[in-house]
Nanobody, 123 residues
Framework: VQLQASGGGLVQAGGSLRLSCASSRRIFSNNGMGWFRQSPGKEREFVAGITWNGGSKYYSGSVKGRFTISRDNAKNTVYLQMNGLKPEDTAVYYC?????????????????WGQGTLVTVSS
């Protein structure tokens, strides 16, 4: 396994969770990283992305202001801090390593994918 996501769980609306994604150094060091999510019957959608050095961050409109992406290159780990969770945030969350140093918002711009971690937000 080259990307290992963790931190999902069940939380009440308004609560918080922090997702982590550990990677091998070979994948992580020069690559942009992203988080996507997929709920039943829907396509996988971009949530957040971060450049290889953490200098720029990108968010979907639905999570901007509530979620924060960060990375620790010394630990080869990317994080997604999720605050103010809503029932519509319920999904399987995937981390992914971009093909280049800048993360895009399309799935085909990513080369490696984690196995996903389930986030369930109850109302």
């Amino acid at each position: 396994v080259q990307l290992q996501a963790s931190g999902g769980g069940l939380v009440q609306a308004g609560g918080s969770l922090r997702l982590s994604c550990a990677s091998s150094r070979r994948i992580f060091s020069n690559n942009g990283m992203g988080w996507f999510r997929q709920s039943p019957g829907k396509e996988r959608e971009f949530v957040a992305g971060i450049t290889w050095n953490g200098g720029s961050k990108y968010y979907s409109g639905s999570v901007k202001g509530r979620f924060t992406i960060s990375r620790d290159n010394a630990k080869n780990t990317v994080y997604l801090q999720m605050n103010g969770l809503k029932p519509e945030d319920t999904a399987v969350y995937y981390c992914a390593a971009a093909r280049g140093s800048i993360p895009g918002d399309e799935t085909n711009e990513y080369r490696y994918w984690g196995q996903g971690t389930l986030v369930t937000v109850s109302s």
